[in-house]
């Protein structure tokens, strides 16, 4: 595990920038955190290093949004209103999770067992959590996945 404090926005999204450089279509990263700890900051700044010139927002009316990189597809998930995948219909994150793209998931807890559900292709390549430790400051951690 490797834990960083960032004391800005900008410094998380460097986080995220450098955690990109080192991914290959098929990884999915799973982003934890409380709401405003900067989840969609630290996968902003990660976006921007895979090439994807579109703005990153928090994708609030869907579950989430596929983006070009310059390498290929790059998804951002956001499964904060899901109550768990058990309940939904199977394969709805299928379109995201693919072997030919890099992707995002905030709020992957709200997935359940996600790694359950992954085509062949796709794996868990990081987990990353940001602690809210006040004001501008935050905790970065980034595991290898369990
Ligand atoms: P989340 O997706 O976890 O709900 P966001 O990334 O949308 O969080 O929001 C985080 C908010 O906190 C943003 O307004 C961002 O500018 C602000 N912020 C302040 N300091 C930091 C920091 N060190 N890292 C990330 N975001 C920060
Ligand atoms: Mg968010």
Redesign the pocket.
């Known amino acids: 595990m490797t834990a960083e404090l960032?004391?800005?926005?900008e410094?998380?999204e460097a986080a995220g920038a450098r955690l990109a450089l080192g991914l290959e279509p098929g990884d999915v990263v799973l982003v934890s955190?409380e709401?405003?700890?900067?989840?969609?900051?630290f996968v902003r700044g990660a976006c921007a290093a895979l090439g994807v010139s579109r703005p990153i927002a928090?994708p609030t009316f869907s579950l989430g949004r596929l983006h070009r990189g310059e390498r290929g597809p790059v998804a951002h998930l956001d499964l904060y209103r899901l109550e768990g995948l058990a309940a939904e219909e199977p394969g709805l994150l299928d379109d995201y999770l693919t072997p030919d793209a890099v992707a995002f998931v905030?709020w992957p807890e709200r997935g359940g067992a996600l790694e359950l559900e992954l085509a062949d292709g796709v794996r868990i390549a990081a987990a990353v959590v940001?602690r809210h430790l006040g004001g501008?400051?935050?905790r970065v951690e980034v595991s290898a996945p369990t």
């Open positions: 960032t004391e800005g926005p410094a998380t955190g709401l405003g700890s900067g989840k969609t900051t928090s905030e940001i501008d400051r935050r």
